[in-house]
């Protein structure tokens, strides 16, 4: 089955350093990924998006992430963690017209 | 411009009885989407409507989950005969159009409680 997959449950990071929250993906043929944020009791918000062409897609909020077909992994990165970028975090494929999204990651950045 | 928005944000009943979940998508997006998010899960797709229809409702667990759109805008998912286990947080979305690649836009959810 085609799935995405989250192997860490939480992040932990000081703020200022560089932060990278991890996501493998098994899909057939080009692969439509998506990153996408939740903080309590809001909704998930959208982060970025691959679809085709430059492997580094840049997002909101600073963040961006790689596109590694070899690997097969569409890593979330940010150059220097805010307090405020603590929160879950999903990675997603699109696929027949629907996302599928990974367990989550719970990102924690500390002063 | 407005975001998804849903209604209510909270909602307590009890095991056996009905309700409806409402979602008012963002004017202009012709897909909508229904997800279901289990506490430390990531949300799973129940439903989507292209229009007025329900173009995929395969993920919809049983025939007490049910979902219409009828003039193509707000959307109300109903749930008959609840039970604990359907208890969770009822996302819903809205894009451009039902293409897999086009970002989804999520409202802030209706968090469903089955006493």
């Known amino acids: 089955a085609q799935s995405v997959a989250q192997p860490e449950d939480q992040v932990n990071v000081a703020e200022g350093n560089p932060l990278t929250v991890k996501c493998t993906y098994s899909?057939?043929?080009?692969?439509?990924l998506f990153w996408y944020v939740q903080y309590p009791n809001r909704g998930l918000q959208f982060l970025l998006k691959?679809?085709?062409?430059?492997?580094l897609v840049k997002g909101s909020y600073g963040f961006e992430a790689e596109f590694n077909k070899s690997q097969t992994s569409f890593h979330l990165k940010k150059p220097s963690a805010l307090v405020s970028d603590s929160a879950l975090y999903f990675c997603a494929f699109g696929g027949f017209q629907k996302l599928v999204f990974g367990t989550g990651t719970r990102l924690l950045v500390s002063p | 411009g407005a975001g998804v928005s849903q209604t209510p944000s909270n909602k307590v009943t009890e095991k056996g009885k009905y309700v409806e979940l409402r979602c008012d998508p963002i004017?202009?997006?012709?897909?909508l989407y229904w997800y279901r998010q289990s506490l430390g899960q990531g949300p799973e797709f129940l439903i989507y409507?292209?229009?007025?229809?329900?173009?995929?409702d395969s993920g919809l667990p049983n025939d007490r989950f049910f979902a219409v759109r009828p003039e193509g805008s707000v959307s109300t998912l109903k749930i008959q005969r609840t039970e604990r286990g359907d208890s969770a947080m009822y996302l819903c979305?809205?894009?451009?159009?039902?293409?897999?690649?086009?970002?989804?836009?999520f409202g802030p959810g209706t968090r469903l409680t089955v006493l």
């Open positions: 899909v057939s043929g080009n692969p439509y």
């Open positions: 691959y679809i085709t062409g430059d492997n």
């Open positions: 409507f292209q229009g007025t229809g329900a173009a995929d």
């Open positions: 979305a809205s894009s451009l159009g039902a293409v897999s690649y086009n970002e989804q836009f």
């Open positions: 004017s202009g997006h012709t897909a």
